[in-house]
């Protein structure tokens, strides 16, 4: 099975900030990468596919890049609706992994 | 508007077994792949099972492989998971998740069913 490693697992900051989330895979799995948003109590939200194409009617803030085994989630000018956890998840082979989370908490 | 909308969960003893739904509207079901992802309490996102449209193909991560049972039935938009042998660390919730394999992500998902292993 791929691993999936994100860093940091959480993360303190503040509206308006440049915050950039990591993920690793444990082999190559090219551009087969996803980001989730999720909040306490909800189901997950896809917002980037295939490491950096946007989700239809998520904020262009949110941006992804990278390929091979690293890779980012960027948001450029933190909101308050965007503290959250965020998973990345390869859908190279089966089966789909996801990483453990990154906590993103109101500094 | 994609809607998937689980239901089943519940309380239940190890050893046990359940059934959870997942009614799906808004789309043509019979074209998607279909996913059960769980999240144990305060833990992160578990795939579980995942259906191709016509049922082709059929595949269980490890840790439920031989008690979990995944079917569809296309003629009434709904997606199943048959849980037998249930043990504590199954206790988690339980999505329903929309799978564009074009795409290779999970685009849309029900608001989860919770499922509690305990005696």
């Known amino acids: 099975d791929i691993q999936m490693t994100q860093s940091p697992s959480s993360l303190s900051a503040s509206v308006g900030d440049r915050v950039t989330i990591t993920c690793r895979a444990s082999?190559?799995?090219?551009?087969?990468l996803n980001w989730y948003q999720q909040k306490p109590g909800k189901a997950p939200k896809l917002l980037i596919y295939?490491?950096?194409s946007l989700q239809s009617g998520v904020p262009s803030r949110f941006s992804g890049s990278g390929s091979g085994t690293d890779f980012t989630l960027t948001i450029s000018s933190l909101q308050p609706e965007d503290f959250a956890t965020y998973y990345c998840?390869?859908?190279?082979?089966?089966?789909?992994?996801f990483g453990q989370g990154t906590r993103l908490e109101i500094k | 508007e994609v809607q998937l909308v689980e239901s089943g969960g519940g309380l239940v003893k190890p050893g046990g077994s359940l059934r959870l739904s997942c009614a799906a509207s808004?789309?043509?079901?019979?074209?998607?792949?279909m996913n059960w992802v769980r999240q144990a309490p305060g833990k992160g996102l578990e795939w579980v099972s995942s259906?191709?449209?016509?049922?082709?193909?059929?595949y269980y991560a490890d840790s439920v492989k031989g008690r979990f049972t995944i079917s569809r039935d296309n003629a009434k938009n709904s997606l199943y998971l048959q849980m037998n042998s249930l043990r504590a660390e199954d206790t988690a919730v339980y999505y329903c998740?929309?799978?564009?394999?074009?795409?290779?992500?999970?685009?849309?998902w029900g608001q989860g069913t919770l499922v509690t292993v305990s005696s």
């Open positions: 259906i191709s449209s016509s049922s082709s193909y059929i």
């Open positions: 998740a929309r799978y564009d394999d074009y795409g290779g992500r999970f685009d849309y």
């Open positions: 295939a490491a950096s």
């Open positions: 998840q390869q859908s190279y082979s089966t089966p789909v992994t």
């Open positions: 082999q190559s799995i090219s551009s087969y």
């Open positions: 808004g789309f043509t079901f019979s074209s998607y792949s």
